[in-house]
Structures are given as structure tokens and as C-alpha cells.
């Protein structure tokens, strides 16, 4: 999932950038604060970090989700085993910060 979510970002690329061009015209027309005007803008560059980093975290979960944490024998021949799992993401806000995906898929 994280992989065709870094897929995405590169495939769609030049859509998200238009969308993100009519975001930044509108809240520039709000009176936004430039700091958070910042925040919202997005180029070429940025969204291609954003797929780089969401790759590099699907890499690394190969060595953190399935990993033998515990492993209790409870009877004879039964063995108890407590093994890392992905729970997924329940809530995400993203108020002024688009830039912020990788930072929530790494928690």
C-alpha cells in the first residue's frame, strides 16, 4: 500500500501540483500567513522526496512487521508466540502540511 501510495505521488504528480496551486491562490486570497502559505506549497522536488521517503519506509517495514518479539512454551508441544503486526492508521489531520505523509506512515 505504501509503495502504490509513492506510485501515486509520481503518476499524479502533475495534478497535485495544479490542485496545489489553486489551494495556495485561495488561501493567499484569505489572507493565509505567508509561513503557513509555505507550509501548503509543494513543487516537483518536494513530491518526489515525498515518494522516495514513502519507499524507503515500505523497505524498512519488511524488517519491522512480522518480527518474533517473544516466544513462550505454554504446554507441551504448544508454543506461544508474540510477533509485530501493522494495527494501520486510524485518524490523520493535515491541517497546513501536505508534505507531512511520510512522517505518518513511519509511526
Known amino acids: 500500500m505504501i509503495m502504490l501510495l509513492a506510485e501515486l505521488l509520481q503518476n499524479r504528480k502533475q495534478q497535485i501540483l495544479q490542485a496545489n496551486a489553486r489551494d495556495l491562490r485561495k488561501a493567499e486570497e484569505s489572507g493565509l500567513a505567508t509561513p503557513l502559505l509555505s507550509r501548503l506549497f509543494?513543487?516537483?522536488?518536494?513530491?518526489?522526496?515525498?515518494?522516495?521517503?514513502?519507499?524507503?519506509?515500505?523497505?524498512?517495514?519488511?524488517?519491522?512487521?512480522?518480527?518474533?518479539?517473544?516466544?513462550?512454551q505454554i504446554a507441551d508441544g504448544m508454543e506461544l508466540h508474540q510477533i509485530t503486526v501493522p494495527i494501520g492508521v486510524l485518524l490523520v489531520i493535515f491541517e497546513s502540511r501536505p508534505d507531512c505523509l511520510p512522517q505518518i506512515v513511519s509511526y
Do not use: M, W
Request: hydrophobic share 40%.
Open 42 to 72: 509543494l513543487t516537483p522536488d518536494k513530491l518526489n522526496s515525498l515518494a522516495d521517503g514513502l519507499r524507503q519506509i515500505a523497505e524498512a517495514s519488511h524488517t519491522v512487521v512480522g518480527r518474533l518479539l517473544k516466544k513462550i
